[in-house]
């Protein structure tokens, strides 16, 4: 075999070879390309999530209790009956 023969078949194989670690690394980059877009979703997804337990925490933390309410009508009963007693005593 000559010499010429010789490097045309190395450079065949050479090209052959490339080629399919192109398209190897092609599949690779396409599934990581995927991957990616399905994290970032993801990520999206978790951050509107939290946003919403932060803001139900929120308005959790912000609105008065059930005993807090108690305790508002009960100052405003207590205040109003002052206020019926004083009335009471101006009026005798």
Do not use: C, F, W
């Amino acid at each position: 075999m000559l010499q010429a023969e010789r490097d045309k078949i190395q450079s065949d194989d050479l090209m052959t070879r490339a080629g399919v670690e192109m398209s190897s690394l092609d599949r690779s980059l396409s599934r990581l390309e995927q991957e990616n877009l399905e994290l970032r979703q993801r990520v999206q997804t978790l951050q509107t999530q939290l946003s919403q337990t932060d803001n139900d925490h929120t308005r959790r933390s912000v609105a008065p209790t059930d005993v807090t309410n108690a305790q508002i009508k009960i100052k405003k009963t207590l205040k109003m009956y002052k206020n019926v007693e004083k009335m009471k005593k101006n009026v005798s």
